[in-house]
Nanobody, 122 residues
């Protein structure tokens, strides 16, 4: 079992920046991958960025060069720095975790937080 809680959503104008945080707790895995997904009503949840236990990162093509995922192991926290935001980035952003990065990123399987809303206005 992994408990995830997201922070940092909000409203911003296009071109602006936001930083999301996700704190993981209550888990006993020796290694775990964590990721950010997002979802808009009527569409499937899509992967945004992932970071594995070694710090290796991956990004969706739509956010490469604009978003950066990072982690602080001492705080069991991952971050998503989002720059140059676009209206298309508007979505509810979810933090996910799974000991298997493949199951998390490719299948969207794992533990999930409640999400935090990001709204980008034009």
């Amino acid at each position: 079992q992994v408990h995830l809680e997201e922070f940092g959503g909000g409203s911003v104008e296009a071109g602006g920046s936001l930083r999301l945080s996700c704190v993981a707790s209550n888990y006993t895995y020796t290694s775990i991958s964590m990721a950010w997904f997002r979802q808009v009503p009527g569409k499937e949840r899509e992967g945004v960025a992932i970071i594995d236990d070694y710090g290796t990162t991956g990004y969706a093509d739509s956010v490469k060069g604009r978003f950066t995922i990072s982690k602080d192991n001492a705080k069991n926290t991952i971050y998503l720095q989002m720059n140059s935001l676009k209206p298309d980035d508007t979505a509810r952003y979810y933090c996910g975790a799974n000991p298997s990065p493949q199951r998390l990123w490719q299948a969207g399987l794992g533990y999930w937080g409640q999400g935090t809303q990001v709204t980008v206005s034009s």
